[in-house]
């Protein structure tokens, strides 16, 4: 059975950092490009940042390029997060993703496979 955890989410003052997980069990880690998504309260699922399974091949979205990274570290079956200068407008619900498809990065929900149960971030103006 297939399991992501998403850790890390809090409540943050804007400017501030937080850095989320997502432990991945139930797959074979390193063979699945993985993602980060969010969702705020009204809005839809969109995407924040994919990692291949390689590692090589990393893809942001234009509002969190500069402030997000994303990695990932295969020995633990983990993939990171790290935020920096948050923005009242990250306040969403984080959500990690697996994706089978090792020959693209998605940067839409649809090829996703696994999902987490998801982790509240709040940034505070």
């Known amino acids: 059975q297939v399991q992501l955890v998403e850790f890390g989410g809090g409540w943050v003052q804007a400017g501030g950092s937080l850095r989320l997980a997502c432990a991945a069990s139930g797959l074979t880690f390193d063979t699945y490009t993985m993602g980060w998504f969010r969702q705020a309260p009204g809005r839809e699922r969109e995407f924040v940042a994919a990692i291949s399974w390689s590692g090589f091949s990393v893809r942001y979205a234009d509002s969190v390029k500069g402030r997000f990274t994303i990695s990932r570290d295969d020995a633990k079956n983990t993939l990171y997060l790290q935020m920096n200068s948050l923005k009242p407008e990250d306040t969403a619900v984080y959500y990690c993703?697996?994706?089978?498809?090792?020959?693209?990065?998605?940067?839409?929900?649809?090829?996703?496979?696994?999902w987490g149960q998801g982790t509240q971030v709040t940034v505070a103006s």
């Open positions: 993703a697996a994706d089978r498809q090792p020959a693209s990065v998605h940067t839409t929900p649809g090829p996703y496979e696994y």
